[in-house]
C-alpha cells in the first residue's frame, strides 16, 4: 500500500504572512492499525479537544501549531514502544531545518497502549490518562519558526511495536535507538541478577544504582543525528532507567522483577 498525502493551501495568517503548505506524509503504519489523524481530518478537532479538556492537561493556545499536529491512536492489539515523526521545514532564500522527534515509552511502560492515543508535537508531553502539557513560551517560538516557512511536511517517520516490528521509512533512525535502548535495559537486567548470585563482588544495589544513574552521555554525532548515536544511547537509557529506580526505592529484587516484567511484557503484547 503506498502512502498517501494530503495538501493544504492556506490563505492569510494574521501577519499577512501566507500559510505554508503542508503536506501531511501519515499513513505509514495505516496497514497494522496505527492511525495518524493531521488536520485535515474530520476527526481531529474532537479528538484533539479530548486532550485539551483533560483536567490535568496544561496547554497554551495551539493556534500557531495547530495544523502541524498529530494524532497517533493505536488501533492494533500490539503495544507501540517507540513512534518518530519528522517535520521537514523548507524557507525561501534559507537553509531548511527538519524537526527529528523521537517518543519514547515513560519510565518501564510502553508508550502506546492497544486503544490508547497520544499528541505527537515538539515540546508536548504526553501524561498519563490522556494529559498533555507543553510550555507557552515553547509554543510561541515554535509558532514563529514555522510562521515564516515555505513549505512544511509533517510525516509519521516511524512506529515500533514492542515485538520489534518496525513500520515506516525511519529517516529518523528511531530503530538504531530502540535497539541501543534496549540492550542497555537488558544488559542492566543482568548486572543486576549478577548482583543477586553475588557475582559483582563487595557492589551493593545503592552503588551500582548511583553507577549508572551519575552517567553523563556524551555526543559523537552531531544534532539532529542523535538517534542514530549508539553509546549516547546506550547511556542515557542506563541512567534514566537507574534514576527511575531509584526514586521508586525498590529493593534488588523489586527492581529485577520491574526490568523482567517489562521486556518480557513488551513482546507478549504483540503475539
Not at 44 to 61: I, K, T
Amino acid at each position: 500500500m503506498g502512502l498517501r498525502t494530503f495538501t493544504l493551501l492556506g490563505g492569510l495568517a494574521s501577519v499577512m504572512l501566507a500559510q505554508p503548505k503542508i503536506t501531511y506524509v501519515v499513513d505509514a503504519a495505516a496497514g497494522v492499525g496505527v492511525t495518524a489523524l493531521s488536520a485535515p481530518d474530520p476527526r481531529f478537532d474532537g479528538v484533539l479537544e479530548g486532550f485539551l479538556q483533560n483536567p490535568r492537561s496544561r496547554m497554551p493556545s495551539l493556534d500557531g501549531v495547530r495544523p502541524y499536529l498529530l494524532i497517533i491512536m493505536n488501533g492494533s492489539t500490539g503495544a507501540v514502544a517507540r513512534i518518530g515523526v519528522r517535520h521537514e521545514i523548507s524557507y525561501a532564500g534559507r537553509p531548511p531545518i527538519v524537526w527529528m522527534q523521537t517518543l519514547i515509552e515513560p519510565d518501564l511502560a510502553p508508550l502506546l497502549q492497544p486503544g490508547a492515543s497520544l499528541l505527537a508535537f515538539q515540546g508536548v508531553q504526553n501524561g498519563a490518562a490522556g494529559a498533555v502539557v507543553a510550555s507557552p513560551r515553547e509554543m510561541d517560538h515554535l509558532a514563529s519558526v514555522l510562521a515564516g516557512a515555505q513549505e512544511v511536511v509533517v510525516t509519521l517517520d516511524a512506529v515500533i511495536f514492542g515485538s520489534g516490528l518496525i513500520v515506516g521509512p525511519d529517516k529518523n533512525g528511531a530503530a538504531t535507538r530502540y535497539e541501543a535502548e534496549q540492550r542497555a535495559a537488558r544488559d542492566m537486567l543482568a548486572g543486576l541478577q549478577r548482583l543477586k548470585l553475588g557475582g559483582d563482588g563487595r557492589q551493593t544495589l545503592q552503588g551500582y544504582l548511583s553507577q549508572l544513574a551519575g552517567l553523563a552521555p556524551r555526543r559523537s554525532l552531531p544534532l539532529p543525528d542523535t538517534s542514530r548515536d549508539d553509546a549516547f544511547n546506550y547511556q542515557s537509557r542506563q541512567r534514566d532507567l537507574a534514576r527511575f529506580l531509584v526514586t521508586r526505592g525498590l529493593d534488588l529484587d523489586g527492581c529485577i522483577a520491574q526490568l523482567a516484567s517489562a521486556d518480557a511484557r513488551m513482546k507478549d503484547l504483540h503475539r
